[in-house]
Antibody
Framework: EVQLVESGGGLVKPGGSLRLSCGTS????????MNWVRQAPGKGLEWVSSISGSTSYTYYADSVKGRFTISRDNAKNSLDLQMTSLRAEDTAVYYC?????????WGQGTPVTVSS | DIQMTQSPSSLSASIGDRVTITCRASQSITTYLNWYQQKPGRAPKLLIFAASTLQSGVPSRFSGSGSGTDFTLTISSLQPEDFATYFC?????????FGQGTTVAIK
């Protein structure tokens, strides 16, 4: 069974940093592009970042470019998102999602709140 | 960036109704279009990929069509468990974009 489990969310002050993780199991992790997608309270879905499987090419939404860094550890089947210079508008539930063309599996999400 | 526009943003329908949601892309995305269902407090669930292919385990009352810039999600006979928010998503390039969502509520 494919499983994705996010962790690391919490309350952080504006300007602060947070590192999210996504642990995975049940599939050949290194062969899949992985993504972070977020959802602000009461809002729609916003793609944040993606990283390819073995080559580790990375892509970022303009809203997070230069502040967030996506990475992966294929030996540990895990995905990370390092978030710095956090802003109130980064407040959201952050999901990791499997797939390059389509998100066929998602984690349950981890909430991030940026507030003083 | 490729913009995705869904309509309507919300609708009310009754059990057994046929429901249609549309999604328009700002440029041609051929058939790189996926549909998701999301219920409150839950992660999105993939319903349809490549515009018209039903994800495994998804009931056949869901169907998708379209290519280029215009796409449709149809629920042929609305069931109680279908009341949710639906999102389209383009995967034409590596930077996904989503429609703003359509909430299907009980009439």
């Amino acid at each position: 069974e494919v499983q994705l489990v996010e962790s690391g969310g919490g309350l952080v002050k504006p300007g602060g940093s947070l590192r999210l993780s996504c642990g995975t199991s049940g599939f050949k992790f290194k062969t899949y592009t992985m993504n972070w997608v977020r959802q602000a309270p009461g809002k729609g879905l916003e793609w944040v970042s993606s990283i390819s499987g073995s080559t580790s090419y990375t892509y970022y939404a303009d809203s997070v470019k230069g502040r967030f860094t996506i990475s992966r550890d294929n030996a540990k089947n895990s995905l990370d998102l390092q978030m710095t210079s956090l802003r109130a508008e980064d407040t959201a539930v952050y999901y990791c999602a499997r797939g390059g063309g389509l998100g066929d599996s998602w984690g349950q999400g981890t909430p991030v709140t940026v507030s003083s | 960036d490729i913009q995705m526009t869904q309509s309507p943003s919300s609708l009310s329908a009754s059990i057994g109704d046929r429901v249609t949601i549309t999604c328009r892309a700002s440029q041609s995305i051929t058939t790189y279009l996926n549909w998701y269902q999301q219920k409150p407090g839950r992660a999105p669930k993939l319903l349809i990929f490549a515009a018209s292919t039903l994800q495994s385990g998804v009931p056949s009352r869901f169907s998708g069509s379209g290519s280029g810039t215009d796409f449709t999600l149809t629920i042929s006979s609305l069931q109680p468990e279908d009341f949710a928010t639906y999102f389209c998503q383009q995967s034409y390039n590596s930077m996904w974009t989503f429609g703003q969502g359509t909430t299907v509520a009980i009439k």
